[in-house]
């Protein structure tokens, strides 16, 4: 445990970071570094709920007057929406899908982390948040996290009272589980559809607003643009532009306040764990509008996904981490033998790599190092499976041995759905044939920067979940995206907004602002663009080639060298995709290759500016991983005295006419734990 | 594979509609069924022809966003939904039919595209439990009975996708009513509402348009999720008792 | 309709039970269908109980046939547009022929009462009958083609039952786990064979000459 413990909490436990390395040198500008205006002070334990004393009440008759747009209804916006709502604000919730429940937030499988302690077992709050914070490899504001690990019991309580069905054991009590290499069981789960049964709790909150009328749903409504107005006390977020994806229209809704909680932007490799539909478009249409991009290089990578069958796979599926602790991963040692039946293969011809590699954690090394060793192997050309492009994509995951020593009927019950439907995926029964894995883009912990109070540097403009950047460093634990999706939206959004609300109602604006006027402007020419351009690729196509590069070089491990050439082909692309592409159809029905071609040209902007991050972050830290930047035997090497800060980018223009983003540095200065290097050897 | 595929096409809610038939080949074993439209479509592209459009987007089974009629099975042959269906279901040279669901509460928006929100106004008029937020007592106060609450789960893990209002005969939700009747009403904290809640959920139903349900069962064998027929007999017996109480 | 589908449920049992006296002979039939008449008296007047009972059941068929109807209506507007292709997987004949089932027991029973109980159309014109219900039973059936309409109306029956008896558990809410709908399944096999069986015993009996005057 940390001795920090007995650290007061006062002084600061480490020195800003001074950067000595340059490696983006060109392609950004140097901004000034930025501080978090609202970060609180004070023993570590006391500084949230203080300010939630401290911050300013809005009057419950003065609520009803008050306008909130929140987009998205994950975790994150379903939650703020159903309590806010709650609270007497007039919500106004929008999401792509064509019901708040679908939200990506469903798809979650493991777990929720909350410090309950139910089962003695030493866990407190202090030890989930030192735990979150060491797991982010030190890359998170402290007082974020702190706060997080404080409102995690409450979540479980809201979550048990509106009805979600945790896993209980014989006594009726709730049951926990140890997730993600953690000492203690303080995950709370609902079999393997956590985020469904939390999602599906938050949906109902939220629809039973709708019902009181204090909450408008608007379902199937894509944000293409952020309305910001200055009204003489400065620039404010006041709205959004949303297209109505049946009719086409375009219309305008406006605001005292925006709240983006639009998920991540794992999509922007093409293929991920992500939903079809996930996309950065209303973060980075904010992000022009001059909010902040902060860490857009963090993500993460997750090590057991079922890999790619064939050049037409759409998405991947991930099969849960629980696996690695019965079954065994290796390639065949000979190049010779991948296309053989891995049944045929001696035991001497295997190689078990991460037994051989890392002798003391095994198969059980964390998610990035699992995920780095399987593409190595793959690199190498000693990957299984079918031939994607010019490899095989694959590594084995062998339940032979375990279900020799256990039988096949404890890992039947132990895995029974996961092993379905891998089945029903590959075609393959992982009892006879050893299961194919690869790592897949699972996580974006970079997001819109925020403060404490989780608005960004835009006034009036809100960001939660995974959409901000703000709780999980440069890896998350598992178990804690849920976690921070519903602090966010129950706990922490309702505290932190009033103190900006107390100010309002803003001056009233209406749709001929010219502002407004311009923003709508904006986005119809947009879409007459994407339909005029006429060229001969759809705009699948070119995602499909994005996420290529992405992957190729901003994925497990970067270079210098390969993020150059990353940035080049990008700019080559998105030259091309203005040019060249091709959306059939028209503007006023329903037409997904036109949604579509809005978010990849987003998409293409992020890539770039996460090429630029990840040059730019020349140390090897948390989820990634940089060429230049090992130790001797080849492991992760963290560089504190230059990194220890959050890299906020500000759009600086559009590349192709000569822009380049500014950055702003936010120094990560830890009071209550200190800095340590990880070891797994 | 090489395929003969009849989808039906309409170009908006007021057109009528009807099925075209087009080829693709090139189709794997390994695509899913989504994935093998995905092919179609840039296919279509290529020709100018404009792509068919299609609900997903999860594509793991767990969203509930993809529908599908599939030569006449909702989500297709499989128990399963059709983004987790996978052309090793089909054969070389096979002919499918794919159409959307079909019931008038769920009006077609564009070719295979329905809208579902009436299974949100049917939660909105009683499917939750009202607890605000920051009220709630210690989670492990109120213990729930290791049964129940396993029952509450298998029956919470519906996905709202309306595959069995697409299969039952009637066009009746009562499937997925029932799925959430009987979620609530399993748990100690869906108790206080439990009368009103049947009574009103039910009521939202039948105003919706669905049809009435004559215990067919086509529904549950189409549920991907495996939502049993006792969630309906559940949802009748809570109407009962609580008409008889005078809810 | 389950309530109503219920009582037809006893009633048919009662009446199938009835019918199987026609093996004990004719005075044993007679001598019960008279004392159906008696039945309660001296409390009730003569032919009090089976008005009592005729009543029940006439109201029992208007909510029946209202009801049905109301599900009818609800169902062609709930889906307007129909499939080009569909399938059933998770259903039985029984429980998709429910509906034309019903009709096809409503035209059987009106032709049933105006055969026994008006006594309008008779094979054996009018020489049995009224007071001797043996008799015209035995005549009914002795004619072939009346055997056949009854023994069809019987396979109408037996579906209509085997649905029938599961629904109607089920819509009143008594097969709430895996265990007791397969009951309730069971349940509607047996009242179905049971039932259409039992009828058609008298029938055949008759045609093949068990039973005779
Ligand atoms: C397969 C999988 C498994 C996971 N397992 C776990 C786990 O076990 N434990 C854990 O803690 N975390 C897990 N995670 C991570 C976690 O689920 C997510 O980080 C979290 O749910 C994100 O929630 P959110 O509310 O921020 O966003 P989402 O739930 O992604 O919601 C985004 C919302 O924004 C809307 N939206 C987006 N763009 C627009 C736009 N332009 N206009 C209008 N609306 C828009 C969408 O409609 C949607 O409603 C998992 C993630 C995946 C993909
Ligand atoms: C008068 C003509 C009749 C018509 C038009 C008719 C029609 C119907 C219809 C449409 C249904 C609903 C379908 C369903 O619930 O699955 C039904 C149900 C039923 N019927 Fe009939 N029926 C008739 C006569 C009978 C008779 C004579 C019996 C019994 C002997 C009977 C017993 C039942 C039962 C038990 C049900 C199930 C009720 C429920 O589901 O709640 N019906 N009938
Ligand atoms: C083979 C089968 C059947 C035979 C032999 C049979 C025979 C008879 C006879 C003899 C009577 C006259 C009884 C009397 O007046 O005392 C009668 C009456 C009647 N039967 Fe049947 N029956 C048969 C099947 C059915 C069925 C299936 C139904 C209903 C679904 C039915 C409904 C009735 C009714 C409603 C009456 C009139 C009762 C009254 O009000 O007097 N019968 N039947
Ligand atoms: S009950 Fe089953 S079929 Fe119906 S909506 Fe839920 S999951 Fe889909
Ligand atoms: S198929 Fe329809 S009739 Fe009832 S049992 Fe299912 S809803
Ligand atoms: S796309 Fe989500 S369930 Fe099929």
Not at chain 1, 51 to 77: H, M, Q
Request: charged share 20%.
């Amino acid at each position: 445990m940390a001795g920090s413990t007995l650290h007061d909490g006062l002084t600061p436990l480490n020195e800003p970071s001074v950067q000595k390395s340059d490696d983006a040198h060109g392609y950004y500008t140097l901004g000034e570094n930025i501080v978090d205006p609202v970060a609180p002070t004070g023993p570590i334990a006391d500084r949230w709920t203080t300010r939630k004393f401290e911050n300013r009440l809005v009057n419950p008759a003065n609520r009803r007057k008050l306008d909130v747009i929140i987009v998205g209804t994950g975790l994150a916006g379903g939650a703020a929406a159903a309590t806010l709502g709650e609270a007497g604000y007039n919500v106004k919730s929008f999401c792509y899908q064509d019901s708040p429940r679908r939200a990506h937030s469903i798809a979650a499988q493991g777990g929720i982390n909350a410090a309950k302690n139910y089962k003695e077992d030493g866990d407190s709050t202090f030890r989930l948040f030192y735990d979150t914070v060491k797991g982010g490899d030190y890359r998170s504001r402290e007082s974020n996290v702190y706060r997080l690990a404080e409102v995690s019991a409450n979540i479980i309580d809201q979550c048990v009272a509106q009805g979600v069905p945790f896993a209980r054991d014989y006594g009726g009590l709730l049951d926990n589980r140890s997730f993600g290499g953690v000492q203690v069981s303080r995950t709370f789960y609902a079999r393997g559809q956590t985020g469904q049964q939390l999602l599906i709790g938050a949906y109902q909150a939220m629809e039973r607003q709708v019902a009181a009328g204090t909450v408008q749903s608007f379902t199937r409504h894509e944000m293409l643009e952020l309305i910001v107005v200055d009204d003489g006390t400065g620039p404010r977020a006041r709205g959004i532009i949303a297209r109505d994806m049946v009719s086409g229209e375009i219309e305008t809704h406006l605001a005292d306040v925006v709240v983006l909680a639009t998920g991540g932007y794992g999509n922007v490799f093409f293929l991920s764990t992500n939903a079809m539909g996930s996309n950065v478009t209303a973060a980075w249409r904010a992000h022009r509008k001059g909010a902040y991009m902060a860490n857009p290089c963090y993500t993460q990578i997750h090590p057991t996904c079922i890999p790619v069958s064939g050049e037409h796979q759409s998405k991947l599926t991930l099969m849960s981490e629980s696996l690695r602790n019965d079954g065994r991963i290796w390639v065949p040692k000979k190049k010779e033998d991948c296309d053989k039946d891995p049944r045929d293969i001696p035991e001497e011809d295997r190689d078990y790599y991460l037994e051989r590699i890392y002798p003391s954690f095994g198969n059980l090394v964390p998610r990035d190092i699992a995920s780095r060793q399987a593409k190595n192997m793959c690199d190498e050309g000693r990957g299984v499976g079918p031939m994607v492009g010019d490899f095989r994509r694959g590594v084995y995951l062998d339940f032979a041995d375990a279900i020799k020593r256990l039988g096949k009927d404890a890992i039947e019950e132990k895995y029974d759905n996961l092993l379905d439907m891998y089945e029903r995926i590959t075609g393959e029964n992982p009892y006879e044939v050893p299961m194919r894995i690869y790592p897949a883009v699972h996580y974006v912990m970079g997001g819109l920067w925020v403060d404490y109070h989780l608005q960004s540097n835009v006034p009036g403009l809100f960001v939660s979940g995974e959409a901000n950047f703000s709780d999980h460093g440069a890896n998350r634990l598992g178990a804690s995206a849920l976690m921070q999706g519903l602090a966010d939206g129950y706990f922490v959004l309702p505290n932190t907004i009033r103190e900006y609300l107390a100010d309002g109602p803003f001056e009233k604006i209406d749709e001929s602002h010219p502002a407004v006027v311009e923003a709508k402007q904006n986005v119809e020419d947009r879409v007459a663009k994407f339909l005029s351009i006429n060229g001969t690729r759809s705009a699948d196509s070119y995602h499909k080639e994005l996420g290529n590069i992405m992957w190729e070089y901003c994925g497990m491990e970067r270079t210098e060298e390969g993020l150059r050439k990353a940035i080049d082909l990008i700019r080559e692309l998105k030259a091309d995709f203005w040019s060249n592409l091709k959306v059939l159809g028209s503007a006023d029905t329903l037409n997904q290759s036109l949604e579509k071609a809005g978010r990849v040209a987003d998409f293409i902007e992020l890539g770039e500016l996460m090429c630029i991050d990840a040059l730019n972050r020349r140390e090897s830290c948390g989820g990634h991983f940089r060429g230049e930047s090992q130790t001797e035997d080849g492991e992760a090497l963290r560089h504190d005295d230059e990194f220890a800060y959050v890299a906020a980018w500000e759009w600086g223009g559009d590349s192709l006419e000569g822009g380049q983003p500014v950055l702003h540095k936010e120094d990560l200065i830890y009071t209550a734990i200190e800095m340590k290097q990880r070891s797994y050897k | 594979m090489n395929l003969t595929l009849k989808i039906w096409r309409q170009s908006g809610p007021d057109d009528k509609g009807g099925i075209h038939t087009y080829q693709v080949s090139g189709i794997s074993q390994d695509m899913s069924f989504l994935e093998m439209l995905d092919v179609l479509n840039e296919q279509l592209n290529e020709k100018g022809e404009e792509p068919v459009a299609f609900d997903s987007d999860c594509r793991e089974g767990i969203c509930g966003m993809c529908s599908l009629m599939i030569n006449g099975e909702a989500h297709g042959p499989e128990v399963t939904t059709t983004c987790q269906l996978h052309m090793r279901s089909f054969n070389d040279g096979d002919t499918i039919t794919i159409e959307p669901w079909r019931a008038e509460p769920f009006p077609v928006i564009k070719d295979l595209v329905v809208d579902r929100s009436a299974f949100d106004r049917i939660i909105q008029s009683g499917g939750f439990v009202s607890a605000n937020t920051g009220s709630a007592p210690e989670a492990n106060s109120v213990p729930a009975p290791r049964d129940k609450a396993m029952r509450a789960f298998n029956v919470a893990t519906c996905i709202g996708c309306g595959a069995c209002v697409a299969a039952c005969p009637n066009g009746s939700a009562s499937l997925f009513v029932g799925a959430k009747i009987t979620h609530l009403g399993e748990l100690p904290q869906g108790q206080p509402e439990r009368w009103t809640r049947v009574v009103d959920m039910v009521g939202q139903h039948d105003h919706e348009g669905f049809g009435g349900c004559t215990n067919i069962g086509e529904c549950a064998a189409a549920c991907p999720k495996e939502i049993p027929l006792d969630v309906i007999s559940q949802l009748n017996k809570d109407l009962r008792t609580a008409l008889a109480n005078g809810h | 309709m389950a309530v109503s589908g219920l009582l037809f449920i006893g009633f048919v049992l009662g009446h199938m039970y009835g019918n199987l006296k026609a093996f004990a002979g004719e005075e044993a039939f007679n001598e019960y269908a008279h004392h159906l008449r008696e039945l309660g008296e001296p409390m009730l007047p003569h032919e009090g109980f089976l008005w009592i009972m005729r009543v029940g059941l006439i109201v029992a068929v208007i909510v029946h046939i209202a009801c049905a109807v109301a599900l009818w209506r609800r169902a062609a507007a709930a889906r307007p547009v129909k499939y080009v292709a569909k399938k059933n997987t998770g259903s039985s004949l029984s429980s998709r022929t429910m509906r034309w089932g019903g009709v096809t027991l409503l035209v059987f029973i009106v032709w049933h009462l105006l055969n026994f109980t008006i006594v309008k159309v008779n094979p054996s014109n009018g020489e049995t009958g009224g007071d001797n219900p043996y008799g015209l039973l035995v005549d009914t059936f002795d004619t072939w083609w009346m055997t056949i309409v009854y023994l069809l109306a019987m396979v109408a029956l037996g579906l209509h039952l085997h649905h029938g008896t599961f629904s109607s558990l089920q819509t009143l809410g008594f097969t709430n786990s895996a265990v007791s709908r397969a009951r309730a399944r069971a349940t509607g096999w047996i009242v179905a064979i049971v039932i259409a069986g039992g009828f058609s015993l008298v029938p055949l009996s008759v045609l093949v000459g068990i039973i005779e005057k």
